[in-house]
């Protein structure tokens, strides 16, 4: 009987033996009747995939390949033409991402500047112009008449009145700001909201979200990021530029024909793009293509996409020197003075300090943002998203305008904490005051401490928000707090042992404290983000500092080893884990023993569609359709009897049974997923769906290690594997599955999945 009914299988091929059976541990489905196993029938029909889906990577790939020998397979003048328009339209989309993304960064970088300044004053002789603009071409140590306080714009004369006027309008400014963004975002574009990178190495990785790339989230992350940031909020606008690039790049390539049609070819341009976001983010080309490398997991199987992901991250740099924003004509951020350019032995104790505590400090920071995150979505600020941005923005601003250093931009703090003092520079709030430094030392250890908890908490909020940029505020606060107290310990001890490799002549310096602030930012980036190799790169790039890359180098690992020792997860990783998005990470797993069964949903858990076999019964059009609208999953194994046939996706057949139920007649037509040579009747009394059987899946046997099954999922981009004995259904796993067994050490793990 079991012979028999084997016979039927699609991958059945004449007599084989029990054990055969028994010992094999994979099939792949393929049919003799319909030719190879995946025909140019069936990559010919694109089924569109249901937003939250994955991709099947497989058939998107072979169906790029397919299209390409056409492509090639065309002769004389007009596949020469074919072959020019394929490439010159690619290349185009690639060029028109990085110049788009270049000059929007550096426009937003302008809009930020004038709108932050606009809480503390304006320009006397234009509306428009920022505290810099209004003030150039002074020298140093000169007062800037032209720029007005608040205070001074009014004619305030008393202290406490000028105290109470510019609080004020600080404080109101920086309401009404981050409210209009929060407004915006949850009135046009709720995707908006947040930083924008873990959606984007999911969609990488080939989850469906196509509404987060829409036009809508583009201009409201854009200009809410904008307002957001000037807002004066604990966040950056860095890892927004990553997701307003991509979106840029899925708009040009709606243009492109095959772009739309194929899916991981999308992925392929998307990654380019987000290359691209963090080289106009940081001025850091090589720190974006490594970014994409390292984080995004982009570039590991395609040296094309790492070769335009280059060009993209290029082009888009040279255009946001070309606009030059900041008017230094340098793609430099940050410039770290050469004066610094030489370290000594010594300094490696408070660097290893400075490692230690990023390390801990950025795993803190992390289980303190996800414990906010699961608080909020469980409580009343969850229905009440606008009133918590505008409560908590009127909280910061006060805090703020208390604390010098708190009071000022994060990118206008990092800037002057990574300078070095300079006679013939204005000392920046008493930075080099000698006789200050515990007094700045406390103000910059209660910056860092207060921006943790902003931060912690400003992080996931609906508006924009990017990590980068606070968490360097953070770092580089407690690495010239280090760098202080290194450099008055010498100033007070310079005989002592450990600083006889300091010059003899006192003049020269011997501590850099702006260095330290470097470090400790590397530090703090290690520990919250988990990067290493991309880390290194977008700092020195970002500082100029390339003299010191091995101090870098060397916080970045130890600040890297201790935030492991407090978990392995990102602070990217660990929102992906609390909202459930189908992503592997790629960190090794190890089984203790168990097997694919442990992980496994048995055959009587699964909802399946059973075909007619030859006494009559089975599924009809109409059953079939009760079940897809009646269970959400995406894919249904198919049996006969008890023998498995495949597994059919819930979007290829939705979309067959739709044309089918139009016709009335159809609707109660038995269903055979046999293919039509081998079904005994032929006279039209049945439907035959064998065209939707998935023509490659993979097939196991329940026994196999658990660590292979993980393996090929994150290896092979697989969406499920289907388990058998003996030709019979045993259960299935799905990419979910195996996403929740490496979720499952996080407490939060699903904490914020869409219910």
């Known amino acids: 009987m079991r012979n028999s009914s084997s016979s039927h299988l699609p991958w059945y091929k004449g007599e084989a033996r029990q054990e055969d059976l028994r010992d094999a541990e994979a099939y792949e489905f393929t049919d003799t009747e319909t030719g190879p196993l995946l025909s140019s029938r069936s990559l010919e029909k694109q089924v569109a995939y249901d937003e939250g889906s994955t991709i099947d990577w497989l058939r998107e790939e072979a169906a790029e390949r397919e299209r390409k020998r056409v492509m090639h397979s065309q002769r004389g003048l007009r596949g020469l033409l074919t072959l020019v328009s394929e490439s010159a339209g690619m290349w185009l989309v690639i060029i028109l991402t990085g110049v788009g993304i270049g000059v929007l960064g550096a426009w937003l970088d302008v809009l930020v500047k004038w709108l932050a300044d606009l809480r503390e004053g304006r320009c006397t002789y234009g509306f428009f112009y920022n505290q810099v603009a209004c003030c150039s071409g002074l020298d140093p140590g000169e007062?800037?008449?032209?720029?007005?306080?608040?205070?001074?714009?009014?004619?305030?004369?008393?202290?406490?009145?000028?105290?109470?006027?510019?609080?004020?309008?600080?404080?109101?400014?920086?309401?009404?700001?981050?409210?209009?963004?929060?407004?915006?975002?949850?009135?046009?574009?709720?995707?908006?909201?947040?930083?924008?990178?873990?959606?984007?190495?999911?969609?990488?990785?080939?989850?469906?979200?196509?509404?987060?790339?829409?036009?809508?989230v583009l201009l409201i992350k854009a200009v809410g990021a904008v307002l957001a940031v000037a807002s004066g909020l604990s966040l950056g606008k860095e890892g927004p530029l990553v997701h307003v690039s991509c979106c840029w790049a899925s708009l040009l390539s709606r243009f492109l024909k095959h772009y739309q049609q194929n899916e991981a070819r999308k992925r392929k341009l998307l990654a380019a793009a987000a290359a691209a976001g963090v080289s106009v983010a940081f001025g850091s080309p090589l720190g974006g293509v490594l970014f994409a490398l390292e984080e995004?997991?982009?570039?590991?199987?395609?040296?094309?996409?790492?070769?335009?992901?280059?060009?993209?991250?290029?082009?888009?740099?040279?255009?946001?020197?070309y606009v030059d924003p900041f008017g230094t004509?340098?793609?430099?951020?940050?410039?770290?003075?050469?004066?610094?350019?030489?370290?000594?032995?010594?300094?490696?104790?408070?660097?290893?300090?400075?490692?230690?505590?990023?390390?801990?400090?950025?795993?803190?920071?992390?289980?303190?943002?996800?414990?906010?995150?699961?608080?909020?979505?469980?409580?009343?600020?969850?229905?009440?998203?606008?009133?918590?941005?505008?409560?908590?923005?009127?909280?910061?601003?006060?805090?703020?305008?208390?604390?010098?250093?708190?009071?000022?931009?994060?990118?206008?703090?990092?800037?002057?904490?990574?300078?070095?003092?300079?006679?013939?520079?204005?000392?920046?709030?008493?930075?080099?005051?000698?006789?200050?430094?515990?007094?700045?030392?406390?103000?910059?250890?209660?910056?860092?401490?207060?921006?943790?908890?902003f931060t912690s908490w400003t992080f996931?909020?609906?508006?924009?928000?990017?990590?980068?940029?606070?968490?360097?505020?953070?770092?580089?606060s407690l690495g010239r707090a280090v760098g202080l107290i290194t450099q008055g310990l010498y100033r007070a001890y310079p005989d002592a042992w450990i600083f006889s490799s300091c010059p003899p002549d006192p003049t020269v310096r011997c501590v850099s404290p702006?260095?330290?602030?470097?470090?400790?930012?590397?530090?703090?980036?290690?520990?919250?983000?988990?990067?290493?190799?991309?880390?290194?790169?977008?700092?020195?790039?970002?500082?100029?500092?390339?003299?010191?890359?091995?101090?870098?180098?060397?916080?970045?690992?130890?600040?890297?080893?201790?935030?492991?020792?407090?978990?392995?997860?990102?602070?990217?990783?660990?929102?992906?884990?609390?909202?459930q998005y189908p992503w592997l990470p790629a960190r090794e797993f190890r089984d203790q023993g168990q097997t694919a069964a442990s992980v496994m949903k048995p055959a009587g858990d699964l909802v399946v569609v059973h075909d007619t076999g030859e006494d009559g019964e089975g599924c009809t059009v109409k059953e079939l359709d009760e079940l897809v609208s009646t269970h959400a999953f995406r894919g249904f194994p198919v049996v006969r009897g008890e023998m498995l046939l495949g597994i059919v996706v819930r979007d290829k057949l939705r979309t067959c049974l739709y044309d089918l139920l139009a016709e009335d007649r159809s609707r109660e037509r038995r269903c055979t997923f046999l293919p039509?040579?081998?079904?005994?009747?032929?006279?039209?009394?049945?439907?035959?769906?064998?065209?939707?059987?998935?023509?490659?899946?993979?097939?196991?046997?329940?026994?196999?290690?658990?660590?292979?099954?993980?393996?090929?999922?994150?290896?092979?981009?697989?969406?499920?594997?289907?388990?058998?004995?003996?030709?019979?259904?045993?259960?299935?796993?799905?990419?979910?599955?195996?996403?929740?067994?490496?979720?499952?050490?996080?407490?939060?793990?699903?904490?914020?999945?869409?219910?």
């Not at 995004?296 to 040279?318: K, P, Y």
């Open 460 to 476: 996931g909020m609906m508006v924009p928000a990017g990590m980068f940029l606070p968490t360097i505020a953070i770092g580089a």
């Open 514 to 579: 702006g260095f330290y602030a470097v470090v400790g930012a590397s530090a703090m980036l290690g520990g919250v983000t988990r990067m290493t190799i991309s880390i290194v790169v977008i700092v020195f790039e970002l500082t100029g500092a390339l003299s010191h890359v091995l101090p870098i180098m060397i916080s970045v690992m130890v600040s890297k080893w201790v935030a492991d020792a407090f978990g392995k997860d990102g602070i990217y990783s660990v929102w992906i884990a609390m909202r």
């Open 296 to 321: 995004l997991d982009a570039f590991s199987n395609d040296s094309d996409v790492m070769w335009r992901g280059f060009v993209t991250s290029v082009i888009a740099a040279v255009s946001l020197q």
């Open 143 to 216: 007062i800037c008449n032209e720029w007005q306080s608040w205070s001074g714009y009014f004619h305030v004369s008393s202290i406490f009145g000028q105290s109470i006027l510019q609080a004020t309008i600080y404080i109101a400014l920086a309401i009404c700001f981050a409210g209009s963004s929060a407004l915006l975002v949850l009135t046009y574009a709720p995707y908006a909201f947040h930083t924008g990178i873990p959606e984007i190495k999911a969609i990488l990785s080939g989850y469906v979200l196509d509404e987060f790339l829409g036009p809508w």
């Open 676 to 755: 039509p040579s081998r079904t005994a009747q032929n006279d039209g009394s049945m439907v035959n769906l064998s065209h939707l059987l998935e023509e490659a899946t993979l097939q196991l046997r329940k026994d196999v290690p658990l660590e292979l099954v993980v393996d090929m999922f994150r290896q092979l981009n697989l969406r499920h594997i289907l388990f058998s004995q003996e030709g019979k259904l045993m259960g299935m796993v799905t990419k979910t599955d195996i996403v929740w067994l490496l979720t499952a050490q996080s407490s939060h793990a699903g904490a914020l999945a869409a219910r």
């Open 329 to 453: 004509s340098k793609l430099v951020l940050f410039q770290v003075s050469e004066a610094s350019s030489v370290w000594r032995a010594f300094e490696l104790i408070p660097w290893v300090f400075l490692s230690v505590i990023g390390g801990l400090l950025g795993s803190l920071l992390i289980k303190l943002n996800a414990a906010v995150a699961v608080y909020r979505r469980h409580s009343l600020l969850h229905e009440y998203p606008i009133i918590e941005v505008i409560g908590f923005t009127a909280v910061t601003g006060a805090v703020s305008y208390l604390v010098v250093f708190l009071r000022v931009q994060s990118s206008e703090l990092v800037a002057n904490l990574f300078q070095e003092c300079d006679a013939t520079k204005t000392d920046y709030h008493g930075l080099c005051n000698p006789t200050a430094i515990w007094a700045n030392v406390f103000l910059l250890i209660l910056t860092a401490v207060v921006k943790i908890g």
